[in-house]
């Protein structure tokens, strides 16, 4: 008997249940896009997926031209050489690193390999959404805890862990609102761990923190504790468009994530480009402090017009409007400036805003400023 046609969700027994209600990840604009809709005919600025403006390392760049030619041959599909240098910068062997197609594949991996229906994941409300998305899909009972100030609510997610506990998933810094929580909030959670749980961090923005010592996550993988840690190419090594990611965690639960691992999912050129990335140390300074200039100038903008944000250890600042932002949204994309609006996060209030060039911080801040006094 054929399907009828029109919404295939409501056919019973067709679409898997879990995913019948799943709203799907909404990325940001892209500006052919926005030049579409908008008619814009001059520069549109994209300040809303968190990209390094300052693009890819030009040693990165050097190396995809050097090996364009042997795109037609697949990938290594262990990622050998970028795993074994990944793990000479973390004091690790390679069997402690999966690389995936972006960090966001890892993600997939973990719910996939160690999810079960009805078990449950702790999440932090906001968090970087696809890892509540890979929950639900998997069917686990969802636990948000909201943050407080902007902030993790470390307390709450510890009074929250119980026997039923699979997962805890915590982006640190948090990705919407560039706040983080220092290595002693992560220690308290790890000392009471349930032995079958797992503790996810993602620091896709670990980078860009100026103390790193603060925050060192490899202690945990080197004492054998059920802790993942995500890191990406996307952000500061400006390789958004390659998909590169890794997790790092013990031996034993990496080679589970292996066998659920799609082959060849690190294209080559991704894997060419993140390696020799880790070899220009100058680009990751120049872009860390292009955002920490970039992030003051924002700060005292803001200030003097009187809009509220929330300081980040970030790329991007999320700024607090206090009301419904769509309406400023539609007019900073009027002005060919692409940010992020939180309303598939449940916050309508808020824009994030990737820090971008000083020509560009300065569009933004022209640009608000012109929408606050029209609205006064």
Avoid: W
Avoid at 275 to 303: F, I, P, Q
Avoid at 325 to 341: C, Q, S, T
């Amino acid at each position: 008997m054929a399907l009828a046609s029109g919404d295939l969700t409501n056919e019973m027994g067709f679409v898997r249940k879990s995913i019948q209600n799943l709203k799907q990840y909404a990325p940001g604009k892209p500006i052919e896009e926005v030049r579409r809709e908008f008619g814009i005919k001059g520069e549109v600025i994209k300040l809303c997926s968190n990209e390094n403006p300052l693009g890819p390392s030009p040693i990165a760049v050097e190396a995809i031209r050097s090996y364009i030619q042997e795109i037609h041959l697949y990938p290594d599909d262990s990622c050998y050489y970028l795993k074994k240098k990944l793990a000479e910068i973390h004091g690790l062997l390679p069997d402690n690193i999966v690389v995936g197609n972006g960090s966001v594949e890892v993600i997939h991996l973990i719910a996939k390999a160690f999810l079960n229906p009805k078990e449950e994941v702790i999440i932090s409300n906001p968090s970087f959404i696809m890892g509540k998305i890979e929950s639900q899909i998997m069917d686990a009972t969802l636990t948000e805890i909201p943050t407080v100030n902007g902030r993790v609510d470390v307390d709450g997610i510890m009074k929250s862990l119980g026997p039923n506990t699979k997962l805890i998933y915590i982006d640190n810094p948090n990705n919407p609102m560039g706040t983080m929580i220092e290595k002693k909030d992560i220690d308290r959670i790890v000392a009471i761990l349930p032995e079958n749980a797992i503790l996810v961090l993602d620091e896709a923005y670990y980078e860009y923190l100026e103390r790193v010592d603060l925050h060192s996550s490899d202690y945990y993988v080197n004492r054998n504790k059920n802790v993942i840690i995500l890191r990406t190419f996307s952000k500061i090594y400006g390789l958004a468009g390659l998909r590169v990611g890794y997790g790092i965690a013990r031996r034993e639960i990496i080679e589970i994530l292996n066998k659920v691992k799609m082959p060849f999912s690190v294209n080559k050129l991704g894997q060419i480009a993140a390696y020799y990335a880790l070899d220009d140390s100058e680009h990751v300074v120049r872009s860390r402090r292009m955002v920490k200039e970039g992030k003051l100038y924002m700060y005292r903008e803001l200030g003097r017009l009187g809009i509220k944000y929330f300081p980040s250890y970030t790329n991007f600042i999320t700024l607090d409007f206090g009301i419904n932002v769509e309406p400023i949204n539609d007019a900073l994309l009027k002005r060919g400036i692409i940010v992020r609006p939180l309303r598939s996060y449940g916050f309508d209030n808020y824009l994030r805003i990737t820090i971008g060039t000083k020509k560009q911080n300065k569009k933004v801040i022209e640009a608000l400023e012109g929408i606050v006094k029209s609205s006064i």
